[in-house]
């Protein structure tokens, strides 16, 4: 279990990557916001193990910070 890593910021983009649940991931931008599940979120451009793409946030929490960017966790 764990969020999708998608080619776009769309519920509808190819899946191309998974973060499984309690693992740390690399924020690169900000998207667009989307409500799923009755939850308003923004997508983010992540990095996670090689895979970069998109992944909505409203399922994650912030991590800790680093100076090379923001980290989340889900």
Not at 11 to 20: E, H, M, T
């Amino acid at each position: 279990e764990g969020l999708y890593i998608r080619a776009d910021a769309s519920a509808q983009s190819k899946k191309i990557g998974l973060v499984p649940l309690g693992q740390d991931f690399q924020v690169i931008a900000e998207g667009a916001t989307e409500s799923l599940y009755s939850i308003k979120s923004r997508w983010y451009k992540v990095s996670y193990r090689g895979k970069t793409g998109w992944l909505w946030g409203g399922l994650a929490t912030p991590a800790s910070t680093s100076a090379t960017g923001r980290g989340y966790c889900i």
